[in-house]
C-alpha cells in the first residue's frame, strides 16, 4: 500500500438528504466544501507526483 495514496472525491449528496428548507449551511453546501478540499488535496498530491498527472493527461 502507498504511504501517499491518491485523495478521492467525496461521494455527492443523495438528494434526498436535503430538507429542501433553504438551510444556511444545506448538505448541498458541505458537499460544495468537501469538494474544494479534496481539489486542492488532488493538487498538492499530483505536485508530489507528476507521472501519475502525465498518465492521466495520455487516457483516451
Same mark, same amino acid.
Given at each position: 500500500?502507498?504511504?501517499?495514496?491518491?485523495?478521492?472525491?467525496?461521494?455527492?449528496?443523495?438528494?434526498? @438528504?436535503?430538507?429542501?428548507?433553504?438551510?444556511?449551511?444545506?448538505?448541498? =453546501?458541505?458537499?460544495? #466544501? !468537501?469538494?474544494?478540499?479534496? @481539489?486542492?488535496?488532488?493538487?498538492?498530491?499530483?505536485?508530489?507526483?507528476? =507521472?501519475?498527472?502525465? #498518465? !492521466?493527461?495520455?487516457?483516451?
Amino acid at each position: 500500500m502507498s504511504a501517499d495514496p491518491r485523495p478521492l472525491p467525496p461521494p455527492p449528496p443523495d438528494p434526498a @438528504d436535503c430538507c429542501g428548507s433553504g438551510c444556511v449551511r444545506c448538505i448541498f =453546501d458541505l458537499y460544495d #466544501d !468537501a469538494l474544494a478540499r479534496y @481539489d486542492a488535496q488532488l493538487a498538492q498530491w499530483l505536485t508530489r507526483h507528476p =507521472d501519475a498527472a502525465a #498518465d !492521466a493527461d495520455s487516457m483516451p
